[in-house]
C-alpha cells in the first residue's frame, strides 16, 4: 500500500479560480512534508516545505499541516494557466531521509 | 540555485542489454538519489548515496545497480534491461533541507 495517497487524481480550474490538493500518510514517523510541482518535460521542483501544524502561506500558495491526523494539503488561489503542471507531495522522516511521493495530481488551469 | 544534470536525456536500449545513466550535480552536496516515474505510481527511490564510493537500496532496487564514483557523479547501471524498466529516471541532490532535481532521463526498453 502507498505510505503517501494523494487526492484528485486530476483537477480542471479556471483562470483565477482556486486550486485544491490533498494528501495523507499512513507513517506518523514522517515529520517533513513537501509539494514539489513538475512541468511537462522538466524535473520535479520543491514549492513548498511544511514541517509544523497549521498553515503556511507563501504568495498565492497555502500549505496546510495536520500532523495528528498525518493530513497535508495545498491551496493556489488566482490560479494562472502557468500553474498548469503535476502536483506532487512527499514526505520524509528527516531533512536528509528519502522522500516518499504520492501518485501525483495533474492540474490543467483553463483560460 | 542548485544544478543537477543528466545524461543521456533519452535513451532507447535493447532487452538484456547494459544501459548506464549519468548524473552530475556542482553544489558539493553529499546525498544524491536516484528515482524512477511511472504514470500512476509518482516518483520512486531506487538508489541513493551520502558520501562517495558508498550506495544505498532504495524502495525498489532490484535490476539495478549504483555508483558512485566522486561526489559530483553518481551513474545508475541496468545490467540486463528488461521491458518493465521502460520509464523516466531522475537524479537528485539534497543541500541539507532540499532536494533539487535533474532534467530527467526517458529511458524506452524495447
Known amino acids: 500500500q502507498q505510505k503517501v495517497q494523494q487526492s484528485p487524481e486530476s483537477l480542471s480550474v479556471p483562470e483565477g479560480g482556486m486550486a485544491s490538493f490533498n494528501c495523507t500518510s499512513s507513517?506518523?514517523?514522517?515529520?517533513y512534508f513537501w509539494w514539489y510541482r513538475q512541468h511537462s518535460g522538466e524535473g520535479p521542483k520543491a514549492l513548498m516545505?511544511?514541517?509544523?501544524?497549521g498553515d503556511k502561506k507563501e504568495g498565492r500558495f497555502t500549505a496546510h499541516l495536520n500532523k495528528a491526523s498525518l493530513h497535508v494539503s495545498l491551496h493556489i488561489r488566482d490560479s494562472q494557466p502557468s500553474d498548469s503542471a503535476l502536483y506532487f507531495c512527499?514526505?520524509?522522516?528527516?531533512?536528509?531521509?528519502?522522500?516518499?511521493f504520492g501518485q501525483g495530481t495533474s492540474l490543467s488551469v483553463v483560460p | 540555485e542548485a544544478a543537477v544534470t543528466q545524461s543521456p536525456r533519452s535513451k532507447v536500449a535493447v532487452t538484456g542489454g547494459k544501459v548506464t545513466l549519468s548524473c552530475h550535480q556542482t553544489?558539493?552536496?553529499?546525498?544524491m538519489y536516484w528515482y524512477r516515474q511511472d504514470t500512476g505510481h509518482g516518483l520512486r527511490l531506487i538508489h541513493y548515496?551520502?558520501?562517495?564510493?558508498?550506495?544505498e537500496k532504495g524502495d525498489i532496487p532490484d535490476g539495478y545497480k549504483a555508483s558512485r564514483p566522486s561526489q559530483e557523479n553518481f551513474s545508475l547501471i541496468l545490467e540486463l534491461a528488461s521491458l518493465s524498466q521502460t520509464a523516466v529516471y531522475f537524479c537528485?541532490?539534497?543541500?541539507?533541507?532540499?532536494?533539487?532535481f535533474g532534467p530527467g532521463t526517458r529511458l524506452t526498453v524495447l
Open positions: 553544489n558539493n552536496h553529499d546525498y
Open positions: 537528485a541532490s539534497n543541500d541539507g533541507y532540499e532536494q533539487y
Open positions: 548515496s551520502y558520501v562517495a564510493d558508498s550506495t
Open positions: 507513517d506518523r514517523n514522517f515529520q
Open positions: 516545505s511544511i514541517f509544523s501544524d
Open positions: 512527499a514526505a520524509s522522516s528527516s531533512s536528509f531521509s528519502k522522500l516518499v
